[in-house]
């Protein structure tokens, strides 16, 4: 190959990658954008999980420590689930209270009241 081919591509090669650090800046900005509009309506339905967790906990007669025996959770963890205030719970926590509580995983999500 000659040199000035070889000059060329390394040109190439050097756009290219410019291009691909502005793409993923361009990205970052984008997806932080949307992260931040989705927030209120994802810290509503994080509060709706919670509330329901403790409507379905209250109705069967379960205290927060028993729950979280039953679903190997740390008791801690799951007050913070239920007063809205962690991040969001697993798939697999999800699936676990399903099981518990004998209900479908959206019956979580479902806005029995207004959360607070």
């Known amino acids: 190959m000659s040199t000035e081919t070889s000059s060329k591509t390394d040109e190439q090669r050097r756009r290219h990658r410019k291009c691909n650090r502005d793409l993923s800046a361009v990205r970052q900005v984008v997806i932080e954008r949307n992260r931040k509009a989705l927030r209120p309506q994802v810290n ?6 919670g509330y329901n967790i ?7 007669g379960i205290s927060q420590a028993d729950l979280a025996l039953n679903i190997g ?18 798939l697999a926590t999800m699936v676990a209270l399903s099981l518990v509580f004998k209900t479908p995983i959206d019956t979580f999500t479902k806005e029995e009241r207004a959360p607070e």
């Open 44 to 49: 509503t339905v994080l509060a709706r999980i």
């Open 54 to 60: 403790q409507r379905l906990r209250a109705e069967l």
């Open 73 to 90: 959770m740390n008791p801690a963890r799951l007050c913070d689930i239920e007063k809205g205030i962690t991040r969001q719970p697993s």
